[in-house]
């Protein structure tokens, strides 16, 4: 055999059929080899190979439980200091039918979602849809938003609004009440005037309005929705709307038992409440409120003197024994008038986070600022609009985590 033939010999691989084992160096075994006996038996004759055992079926996949929606501290200052939309959204799945139900589909089924906005909306236009960038990270943020706030919810639920005078805290109300009743339109929803100083919630929803607590609870034969409805306003979004103050007439003061007999009554009718409060916690109507509810908004400016009525506000929710409300509690910075210090913002937002509160940051926005209807859907600037929705999935998911003999309205 020549040099080449060995050098081939060497290296041929032994699963090649018909090449000889191939030569490994090393030690080899100085004794005789000694081939099975199955090696000499005619192949029809030989045993069968054993057969690898079958892998044992992978147990059904568990999703991971939810971690749960804790603040944190954002290094540059909390933009949002509530949980990422992401994992809003993994802890209350969307509903079927909605975009957000295709952007977690499986990667080989998922169709690519298409854009309603912007340069890549344009290039699916032009080129009928062949090219399909897909959404920017805002639009998917808010389609994981919006399906947290559809989540599903049982009983009633209500939303107290607080905060000093000229801080935003009506338009807030306004805005978190008509983000609810434009994506849960299998609820009703009604927003409550509940300032005894001269409230101008109706004015914000629908000016038309004339309905009043009094007007409500005066008729005693008052039983189905469309009694009810002939008292309250409406929206465009579908908030409805009591009216604190009567149109005309003279001034009535609003008491506990007048709130507690409408809120009663409403309860009946409508799935989740939002009232906007006075401004003065030890008055008896804000008493009253703050006995049965579910969440609570505390509105500050983004200003030291508003981030420190709000902190007294937080304490003195502790003070009163508490706690529980002041745990579904998040703080909203309204920038109601376009001056806002953005170093200033931070930290006061960094603060109430600090103290285990979430912060959403309210962008300046002129629709807000005349005081006229406010429409979420097409006058609210997007930015503006995306920070209620975090503060209404927020809300949502304190509405989920309460156990189901808590949402009965008990007293504290």
């Known amino acids: 055999m020549n040099e080449r033939d060995e050098f081939l010999r060497d290296r041929l691989l032994p699963s090649q059929p018909g090449a000889?084992?191939?030569?490994?160096?090393?030690?080899?075994?100085?004794?005789?080899?000694?081939?099975?006996?199955?090696?000499?038996?005619?192949?029809?004759?030989r045993p069968a190979p054993p057969r690898r055992p079958a892998p044992?079926?992978?147990?059904?996949?568990?999703?991971?439980?939810?971690?749960?929606?804790?603040?944190?501290?954002?290094?540059?200052?909390?933009?949002?200091?509530?949980?990422?939309?992401?994992?809003?959204?993994?802890?209350?799945?969307?509903?079927?039918?909605?975009?957000?139900?295709?952007?977690?589909?499986?990667?080989?089924?998922?169709?690519l979602p298409r854009s309603d906005r912007g340069w890549r909306h344009i290039v699916e236009l032009i080129t009928f849809g062949l090219v399909r960038p897909g959404p920017p990270a805002a639009q998917r943020e808010e389609a994981q938003l919006e399906a947290a706030i559809r989540t599903v919810l049982h009983g009633n639920h209500k939303i107290g609004v607080l905060g000093k005078g000229g801080v935003g805290k009506t338009s807030v109300a306004a805005s978190v009440g008509?983000?609810?009743?434009?994506?849960?339109?299998?609820?009703?929803?009604?927003?409550?005037?509940?300032?005894?100083?001269?409230?101008?919630?109706?004015?914000?929803?629908?000016?038309?309005?004339s309905g009043s607590f009094w007007e409500l609870t005066a008729d005693k034969n008052l039983h189905s929705?469309?009694?009810?409805?002939?008292?309250?306003?409406?929206?465009?979004a579908g908030l409805h709307v009591l009216g604190g103050e009567p149109a005309s007439g003279p001034h009535r003061v609003l008491d506990p038992a007048i709130y507690r007999e409408a809120a009663l009554r409403l309860d009946r009718h409508f799935a989740i409440s939002i009232i906007d409060c006075g401004s003065t916690m030890?008055?008896?109507?804000?008493?009253?409120?703050?006995?049965?509810?579910?969440?609570?908004?505390?509105?500050?400016?983004?200003?030291?003197?508003?981030?420190?009525?709000?902190?007294?506000?937080?304490?003195?929710?502790?003070?009163?024994?508490?706690?529980?409300?002041?745990?579904?509690?998040?703080?909203?910075?309204?920038?109601?008038?376009?001056?806002?210090?953005?170093r200033t913002r931070s930290l006061l937002a960094r603060e109430f986070v600090n103290h285990g509160q979430p912060v959403v940051e309210v962008p300046f926005d002129p629709h807000l600022r005349p005081g006229g209807v406010i429409d979420v859907s097409t006058e609210m600037a997007p930015a503006t609009r995306r920070r209620f929705l975090q503060v209404a999935?927020?809300?949502?998911?304190?509405?989920?985590?309460?156990?189901?003999?808590?949402?009965n309205r008990p007293p504290w």
């Open 20 to 45: 000889p084992a191939a030569h490994r160096p090393g030690p080899q075994p100085s004794g005789p080899q000694t081939a099975s006996p199955a090696a000499f038996l005619p192949e029809s004759h």
């Open 56 to 111: 044992s079926p992978a147990p059904p996949h568990q999703p991971a439980a939810p971690a749960p929606l804790r603040q944190q501290a954002h290094p540059s200052g909390p933009v949002w200091a509530q949980a990422p939309a992401a994992q809003l959204a993994s802890r209350f799945p969307p509903p079927p039918g909605t975009w957000s139900d295709v952007a977690f589909a499986p990667p080989h089924t998922r169709p």
């Open 178 to 209: 008509s983000i609810f009743a434009e994506l849960r339109k299998q609820d009703r929803i009604v927003a409550i005037d509940a300032d005894t100083a001269f409230g101008r919630l109706a004015s914000r929803i629908d000016p038309a309005s």
């Open 225 to 236: 929705y469309s009694d009810v409805m002939a008292r309250v306003g409406r929206n465009s």
């Open 282 to 342: 030890d008055a008896p109507v804000t008493q009253e409120v703050l006995r049965d509810l579910d969440a609570l908004i505390v509105v500050s400016s983004p200003w030291a003197d508003g981030a420190s009525a709000a902190a007294k506000t937080l304490d003195w929710l502790s003070d009163h024994d508490m706690r529980g409300l002041l745990e579904r509690t998040i703080v909203v910075l309204n920038d109601s008038d376009g001056h806002a210090d953005k």
């Open 393 to 407: 999935a927020t809300i949502a998911g304190y509405f989920a985590a309460r156990p189901n003999e808590m949402r």
